[in-house]
């Protein structure tokens, strides 16, 4: 397909029907027979397993199986430094540096099931941690670089993790605030990024403890259904929710990047999702790893001249990133994008929130080739719907779903769920239960986990719709989750956090529509008497929150009110903060309490 300069999406729109040359050369071939003749079973047979029967690892799928093969000297990860340095990990390389890290882990007294933290940029120590813990029975949990202190002692607390892996810095920034506050923290490995000594009292040298490990590591027995993956996500009400995944999941994760991502042995793939969130893990450590590809990883912040910079000079053949960059991208315009070659790139694929058509059709136009949504979330681990290579695009809709998932549209009813069998009526999208990555449980959070299934379904709080031939159409949240550049925000944490200034009397926070991010958090705040809302308590009030909540989570606008809606029962009523500000019908307001 060629890149034009006219825009217009409908110009293309036949373009996106694939020829049958495209669809044999796809991985997952025509959709029907497909989903026909696909079992779980046989998808878990693409894997090795562990030596000598000894069940299902993660990370001998992920790196031990190439490095004891022909593959062996394959480049599996390249890591492009923030200014430019690269350093490169061949599947061998990768086995030992996690071999090592699963050593020093081993002799800490790591024991099978315990969490390991891990708060940091994508360095390649991330990806070595991530692989080491897994190997030695642990629980990898990653945390965003970017939150502040307060979220990244909630999710500590809630994991009860035990090891740390962190980077100097960040240690100094974010934990040292709240560390007399994690009682289950025994062991904190730092991975040195200043020129001094590490400077924590009782901490360890992750460097040093690696070069004095073995590089061999037998990976102990592991079940299928121990816990490999803890990531936690954000809900309505509440504290966040720790998302529990098992080393199964790697047969979702493997499958999906083959299918969905059409990753083929050859590929040099870029996942520009960070490990802090589960795109950043499933699909930017595990999937491309299981399927033997060179991944890409940069530490560097988006920046639309670096990304097609690496796009062009690492021959990207497979790219995965959000819409948000996206439309970061369209706004550059499309000439720019236009100045670098790119014969490599072949497939485009993007996820976490709704890609709109143009989105959509602006990857023709710079690119030549269009972007393909697909939709998953935490708690599902792996994408579950997809537009795939081998399918003609749907500029808008999420795609159809996975070989072995099976979509509802479903109404909640009092006595559980019903399904929706016409066609283009909305409800909420549910999967059947029983894939290999749906997550186990919220950890420590059973009643949580419990309300997300009925009926054998599981509920994903995602309204949709589902077309004549089985596209489905994001339609919203069923929820006051925010997302906010590709990532979930839970609305209590900030109003929670807010409500600690001395002059918050109460607080409630939405997403207000932006055209680049989807929604930026905005809250609301009534003040306790005595405070004057004047402009230099919003901008104190911002810093205060910025500083608990980290810049990815903090709100960046603040609105003061003289008391905000509440039901009847007290809670304050998100939905119509946010019908006010968007100057949209108020709806139903019987339960709103008298002012
Ligand atoms: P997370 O658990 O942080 O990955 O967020 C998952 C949520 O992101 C989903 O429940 C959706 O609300 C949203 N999401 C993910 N992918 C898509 C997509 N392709 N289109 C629309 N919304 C999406």
Not at 239 to 249: C, I, M, S, T
Not at 308 to 335: E, F, N, S
Not at 525 to 535: F, I, P, Q, R, T
């Amino acid at each position: 397909m060629k890149r034009s300069s006219s825009g217009g999406v409908r110009e293309h729109w036949e373009e996106l029907v694939k020829t049958a040359a495209q669809v044999e050369a796809s991985t997952l071939g025509a959709y029907e027979p497909a989903r026909a003749g696909f079992t779980w079973e046989a998808a878990r047979g693409e894997l090795d397993g562990l030596p000598g029967g000894h069940g299902l690892n993660i990370a001998h799928e992920a790196v031990d199986r190439h490095a004891a093969g022909p593959r062996r000297e394959h480049l599996a990860l390249r890591w492009i430094g923030r200014h430019g340095d690269v350093r490169d990990f061949t599947y061998q390389a990768l086995a030992e540096w996690s071999n090592r890290c699963a050593g020093a882990l081993t002799v800490l007294g790591l024991r099978k099931g315990d969490v390991v933290a891990v708060l940091a940029g994508r360095i390649p120590e991330l990806y070595i941690a991530a692989l080491g813990i897994l190997k030695a029975g642990g629980v990898f949990c990653p945390m965003f670089s970017a939150f502040g202190p307060e979220p990244v002692q909630a999710r500590m607390r809630i994991a009860r993790a035990r090891v740390l892996v962190t980077t100097t810095s960040l240690y100094h920034r974010k934990v040292e605030p709240i560390r007399s506050d994690l009682p289950d923290l025994e062991h904190v490995l730092l991975v040195r990024d200043g020129d001094g000594p590490i400077d924590v009292p009782g901490a360890h040298d992750f460097g040093e403890r690696l070069a004095a490990a073995d590089t061999r590591f037998v990976i102990p027995p592991t079940d299928p259904e121990d816990p490999a993956l803890l990531h936690f996500t954000s809900g309505t009400t509440g504290r966040p929710k720790g998302a529990l995944h098992v080393h199964e999941a790697v047969v979702a994760h493997h499958v999906t990047g083959r299918l969905a991502l059409d990753l083929h042995p050859d590929d040099v793939f870029w996942c520009t999702a960070d490990p802090g969130w589960v795109t950043g893990t499933s699909y930017g450590i595990i999937a491309p790893l299981t399927n033997g590809v060179t991944s890409i990883v940069d530490e560097g912040d988006f920046d639309a001249e670096r990304w097609y910079g690496i796009l062009r000079d690492q021959r990207v053949t497979v790219w995965y990133t959000a819409p948000t960059a996206v439309r970061m991208m369209m706004k550059m315009g499309t000439a720019l994008a236009q100045q670098y070659a790119l014969p490599h790139l072949r497939f485009l694929a993007s996820v976490g929130e709704p890609l709109n058509p143009e989105a959509v059709m602006w990857g023709v136009e710079a690119f030549g080739l269009p972007f393909h949504d697909n939709w998953w979330q935490t708690e599902t681990g792996g994408i579950m719907i997809a537009n795939f290579a081998s399918m003609p695009i749907r500029p808008g809709s999420m795609g159809r779903p996975l070989p072995g998932i099976d979509v509802g549209i479903v109404r909640r009813t009092a006595s559980g769920v019903e399904e929706i069998d016409d066609p283009d009526v909305e409800g909420e999208l549910a999967l059947r239960q029983g894939w290999p990555s749906m997550f186990r449980g919220y950890l420590h959070d059973e009643a949580r986990y419990r309300a997300c299934f009925a009926g054998g379904w599981y509920l994903t709080g995602d309204l949709a719709r589902r077309d004549r031939d089985g596209y489905c159409w994001f339609v919203g949240r069923a929820d006051d989750v925010i997302k906010s550049s590709g990532h979930l925000i839970g609305p209590f944490e900030v109003e929670s956090a807010l409500m600690e200034h001395p002059a918050v009397a109460e607080a409630g926070v939405i997403g207000k529509p932006d055209p680049v991010a989807l929604e930026v958090v905005k809250a609301f705040v009534a003040l306790k008497s005595g405070y004057a809302a004047d402009e230099a308590l919003r901008r104190s009030l911002l810093a205060f929150a910025r500083q608990r909540l980290g810049a990815a989570v903090a709100p960046k606008e603040i609105d003061f009110l003289p008391t905000l809606p509440k039901t009847r029962s007290g809670k304050i009523m998100r939905r119509l903060l946010k019908a006010r500000e968007l100057g949209l019908p108020e709806g139903d307001l019987s339960t709103l309490e008298p002012l």
